[in-house]
C-alpha cells in the first residue's frame, strides 16, 4: 500500500456501469482486494441498464466483479447499494436486506471522527443544474465519442504495456461548459446538505472526483469507474481521501476554511 495511505475503513465508488464495454472491471477488482474495506457503498450507476437495453456487455471480467461483490458481503463487508439513473429500475427494490448487503435510495454516513455526510447518486440535482437540452444532447453523444477514443487510447497503451491512464478526463477538463456544469452539480449538493444540517455530502453521476468546501459544508465526489478509475475512502481515523488506481494518487480531504469576524476566509 502506498505510505499515503492510511487503512480504510470505509470505500464510495459509483458509475462502474457495469453491461458497457467501458467498465473497468478488472481495475476495480484489484482495488477492491487490495483496499479490502470494511463497508463499501456502491454510490448508483453500478449496472448501466439503459445502455444494456440496447446492446448488453457482460464480459467474464465484469461477471467476476459482480461475484466478487456477494463474496465480499458473504464474508462481513456491509454494502449499501444506492442505485442512480442508469440503474433506477432497481429503486424499486429500496428497503431490500439481504445478510449485509442492502438496497436504499440516500443514506447518512457517519465518519469515524463523528462526522455526518447525506449520500446519493446525485441525479437528483439535474434539475437545478440547468443545462440547456440542446447542450445536454450534444454533451451525451461527445460523451460517448470521448468513452470511445478513450478505450482505444488504452488497448493501444496495454499494447505498449503502459499503464491505464484516462484521455477522456484530460479533454473534459480543457471545456469550459463542463467545468460550469461541476460548479453547479456542486452548488446543489452542498445546498442540499446544509439543509439538513449536515456536514457534507458525498455522491457521483457527473464523473468527475474531487473536494471542495461550499456552504461551510464538505463536498466529495468519488468520480466513475470507466473514464477516471477513483474512490473515496475513508480512513481508520475518519479522515476522508480520493484514490486514483492504479497510480495509487491519494488526496486528501482539504482543511475547511478558516472564518474571521463571520466571513468565510481561503477559499
Excluded at 470494511?38 to 467474464?60: C, E
Excluded at 447542450?135 to 497503451?157: A, C, E, I, P, V
Aim: with cysteine; glycine share 8%; aromatic share 8%.
Amino acid at each position: 500500500m502506498d505510505p499515503e495511505m492510511q487503512p480504510i475503513h470505509t470505500m464510495f465508488i459509483s458509475d462502474i456501469h457495469l453491461g458497457t464495454p467501458d467498465c473497468q472491471a478488472k481495475l476495480l477488482s484489484e482495488a477492491l482486494t487490495q483496499l479490502a474495506p470494511k463497508k463499501l457503498y456502491l454510490v448508483g450507476d453500478i449496472i448501466d441498464l439503459a445502455a444494456m437495453r440496447r446492446k448488453a456487455v457482460l464480459p467474464q471480467d465484469q461477471q467476476l466483479l459482480i461475484g466478487q461483490f456477494w463474496q465480499m458481503a458473504k464474508e462481513g463487508c456491509e454494502i449499501i447499494y444506492i442505485p442512480g439513473n442508469h440503474d433506477a429500475p432497481m429503486r424499486k427494490v429500496c428497503g431490500l436486506k439481504l445478510g449485509t448487503f442492502q438496497v436504499r435510495r440516500k443514506a447518512i454516513h457517519k465518519t469515524l471522527d463523528g462526522r455526518r455526510f447525506l449520500v446519493s447518486h446525485g441525479d437528483e440535482f439535474d434539475g437545478h443544474v440547468r443545462i440547456h437540452p440542446v447542450m445536454l444532447l450534444l454533451g451525451d453523444q461527445g460523451h460517448q465519442l470521448l468513452l470511445w477514443l478513450n478505450r482505444s487510447y488504452n488497448k493501444f497503451r496495454q499494447w505498449l504495456k503502459l499503464p491505464y491512464r484516462s484521455l477522456a478526463g484530460m479533454i473534459k477538463q480543457r471545456f469550459s461548459t463542463a467545468q460550469r456544469y461541476i460548479e453547479r452539480f456542486q452548488e446543489a449538493a452542498c445546498t442540499e446538505a446544509s439543509r439538513q444540517s449536515l456536514d457534507g455530502y458525498i455522491g457521483g453521476h457527473i464523473h468527475q472526483a474531487g473536494f471542495t468546501h461550499l456552504k461551510e459544508t464538505l463536498y466529495c465526489n468519488d468520480g466513475d469507474w470507466v473514464e477516471h478509475c477513483t474512490a473515496l475512502v475513508e480512513t481508520d481515523s475518519g479522515k476522508l481521501q480520493l484514490l486514483e488506481w492504479p497510480s495509487m494518487k491519494v488526496v486528501t480531504e482539504p482543511s475547511p476554511p478558516l472564518k474571521l469576524s463571520g466571513k468565510l476566509i481561503g477559499y
